[in-house]
């Protein structure tokens, strides 16, 4: 079946720097989402990309559908405390159901000790 | 603005017992579904429904049961806890159409003994 590969599995960060995380797959998608979970809480929508190329922002947040529809990156900029949490990229296709959603295994953030 | 609203947030089960775990979202979606969120495997899709009276399999079905007899609730029932069910379980929902933000409840955390 289709499947995300989602990378790296996780990263400790120090406040402000860069962070870059990415999601491939074999299969074709027309829609690739992020998302972010913070502990015991459900994941939030952070960025949708609706069209091969795109590059959209969110605040710091940085997101690219990839030409090939077949990845997309997520950057953070000038990371934060709080944007510690794991960060899922999902994709869908065209005339699916919310059935069709599937989502990557995630990347976990953590602040450097 | 409850949005998307899971109960129990915690269960405890034991084996063979059987329990239903409850959504209900107040956004006239006509979209949901249910995953399951285990360590290591991101989230992975149950069921699903694109609305009153439709539902489908996702993935992962086994063992679960689900019914959709109006557009705010979309209840999971386990028949038969086994521990291979421990698991969050998180409840989203979204709008038709191509709308694809789909909205997440708070999680259910089953532990099956």
């Known amino acids: 079946g289709q499947q995300l590969n989602q990378s790296p599995q996780s990263m400790f960060i120090q406040e402000g720097e860069d962070v870059s995380m990415n999601c491939t797959s074999s299969?074709?998608?027309?829609?690739w989402l992020w998302y972010k979970q913070d502990p015991g809480e459900g994941p939030v929508l952070l960025i949708a990309?609706?069209?091969?190329?795109e590059l959209t922002s969110n605040g710091r947040l940085t997101a690219q559908f990839g030409i090939t529809r077949k990845d997309s990156f997520l950057n953070i900029s000038a990371s934060i405390p709080s944007d510690v949490g794991i960060y899922f990229c999902?994709?869908?296709?065209?005339?699916?159901?919310?059935?069709?959603?599937?989502f990557g295994k995630g990347t976990k953030l953590s602040v450097k000790p | 603005n409850a949005g998307v609203t899971q109960t129990p947030k915690f269960q405890v089960l034991k084996t063979g017992q059987s329990m239903t775990l409850q959504c209900a979202q107040d956004?006239?979606?006509?979209?949901m579904s249910w995953y399951r969120q285990d360590p290591g495997m991101g989230l992975r899709l149950i069921h699903y429904?694109?609305?009153?009276?439709?539902?489908d399999q996702g993935e992962v079905p086994n063992g679960y049961n689900v019914s959709r007899s109006t557009t705010e609730d979309f209840p999971l029932r386990l028949l038969s806890a086994a521990p291979s069910q421990t698991s969050v379980y998180f409840c989203?929902?979204?709008?038709?159409?191509?709308?694809?933000?789909?909205?997440f409840g708070q999680g259910t955390r089953l532990t099956v003994v």
């Open positions: 429904s694109v609305g009153a009276g439709i539902t």
């Open positions: 989203a929902s979204s709008y038709s159409g191509g709308a694809l933000e789909a909205f």
């Open positions: 990309l609706y069209k091969a190329g």
């Open positions: 999902a994709a869908l296709n065209y005339g699916g159901s919310q059935g069709n959603l599937i």
């Open positions: 956004m006239n979606h006509e979209y």
């Open positions: 299969s074709i998608f027309n829609t």
